[in-house]
């Protein structure tokens, strides 16, 4: 069965710099959640999004934006990368429309690092 | 506020049931989530449950939920070495309009020894 893919799975940046992560969600899902995992710790939700509006928003820096398009891809925009922004981000994506969003299937991750 | 709280580190031997415990805060959580994490890798979705059920079971895991005390278990049953990972324990509250974010607890390693 088709999984939700991101890509790139590893990326290097330096501070200051701008990064972009990618999310494809399982086909027909139309909601995608970004997570923002540290080394040691749980997943922090950043920010969802359903048939392309936000939808809800967590603890997503200033400098970073995201947006879902029109075949429900997202794409998360990180800006002014600081050294803590070192993590490894998570989409996950479910099928919402039809009622809540029970089940939320992750991604392998984006391994940013930034030196 | 919205807490999830487990237990860090679990270790079994192979063959034994392992018991990965879990409370959580917010009583409006409809569903509440067991994901696996291997090393270096992503969140597996294991099962759920829903807010108004005692228990849960499929094959070898057996989730119980005790809603009074906010209270959620993971069981697996003939643990294998293949089990080896983090278990995290998630909510998904429905205060303030919430749709459908995950909470995570800190997560329990889980290590099974042959």
């Known amino acids: 069965a088709a999984g939700v893919i991101q890509s790139p799975r590893h990326l290097i940046k330096e501070k200051r710099e701008t990064a972009t992560l990618k999310c494809y969600p399982i086909p027909r899902h139309d909601t995608v959640y970004w997570y923002q995992q540290g080394p040691g710790q749980d997943p922090q939700f950043l920010i969802s999004?359903?048939?392309?509006?936000?939808?809800d928003k967590g603890s997503i820096p200033d400098r970073f934006s995201a947006q879902q398009f029109s075949d429900y891809h997202s794409e998360l925009n990180m800006s002014s990368l600081e050294l803590g922004d070192s993590a490894l981000y998570f989409c996950?994506?479910?099928?919402?429309?039809?009622?809540?969003?029970?089940?939320?299937?992750f991604g392998p991750g984006t391994r940013l690092t930034v030196t | 506020g919205e807490d999830v709280e487990q237990s860090l580190f679990l270790s079994v031997r192979e063959g034994d049931s392992s018991v990965i415990n879990c409370t959580y805060t917010d009583s409006s959580s409809t569903y509440l989530y067991w994901y696996k994490q291997e090393p270096g890798a992503g969140l597996q979705l294991l099962t759920y449950?829903?807010?108004?059920?005692d228990m849960k079971q499929d094959q070898r895991l057996t989730v119980l939920l005790n809603k009074k005390d906010k209270h959620l278990s993971l069981r697996i049953a003939d643990t294998q070495t293949g089990d080896s990972a983090i278990y995290f324990c998630a909510e998904s509250p429905e205060a303030g309009g919430s749709q459908g974010n995950l909470i995570f607890g800190k997560g329990t390693k889980l290590s099974v020894k042959p």
């Open positions: 449950i829903f807010s108004n059920m």
């Open positions: 999004f359903y048939e392309k509006m936000q939808s």
């Open positions: 996950a994506s479910s099928f919402r429309r039809q009622g809540p969003s029970y089940e939320q299937y």
